[in-house]
């Protein structure tokens, strides 16, 4: 693979001479089962993927993927959302970092994922784009109380449906706000914003599965302004609307 651009010191893109990719360190993407790699051209079609990715867009093998786009494999707001992302990074060479994603797996349970998108360039044009999705497992209740985040966690699961600033979960980590950054990346992958808003959608996800509750009703209970405030955030994280997520998971 070639290596970050560092050109001009910005570390913003990969420079590659032919948007080739090794063979060697395709296998070391295979070895990593949760994260998901793929490389594709500015035709919108993949030209790399690893297992992993194979596994995610429920296809048997690579020859099943590499040539296809986002919207031969994945559903349609799925798709959209990907392909938004990617034209976004195409048209302006900028990179799209750390994105959080709920995806839900062949098996229909749902995950988080961080996503970071770079653009391949070739003398100063975008020709492709590299794109890694890590899976954002829990982490042990060992790891959260060494890092003094347990309070917090009680905190965000107990103020949900309230409006909740930084400074008040690095207050019930005894910490500065930086500090409490540093921690939350740590133990979480994710920044306390990010990690508030997740938690938010874990309960709406749930709400909406195991209740027949109004929409509106589950937004107003799990912190979302209103249902089309949930509906917005719903809709960019997981690329499909809450009443689409609970039709789903019905039955």
Known sequence: M???SDK????TGVETPDAGFRPELLDLFDALPNVMFCMK????????VNQAFVRRSGRRS?????????VDLFPGPLAERYEEQDATVFATGEPLRDELELIRRPDRSTGWYLTTKLPIVDDGVVVGLVSVSR??????????????????????????ADPLRV??????????EGQLERRMKKVFGLTATQYVLRARVDRAAARLID???PIAVVAAECGFYDQANL???FGRLAGETPARFRAAHSG
């Open 211 to 213: 209740s027949d509750d």
């Open 8 to 11: 001009d010191g910005t570390g």
């Open 62 to 70: 690579k020859r099943d993927v590499v040539g296809a786009r986002a």
């Open 231 to 233: 509906t917005r955030q």
């Open 2 to 4: 070639a290596s970050e």
């Open 167 to 176: 400074s008040d979960m690095a207050a019930a980590a005894g910490c500065t």
């Open 41 to 48: 051209g500015t035709d919108d079609r993949y030209t790399a």
């Open 135 to 160: 899976d954002l497992e829990t982490p042990s209740d060992e790891g959260i109380a060494v890092e003094s985040l347990t309070r917090v966690v009680e905190l965000v699961q107990a103020r949900l």
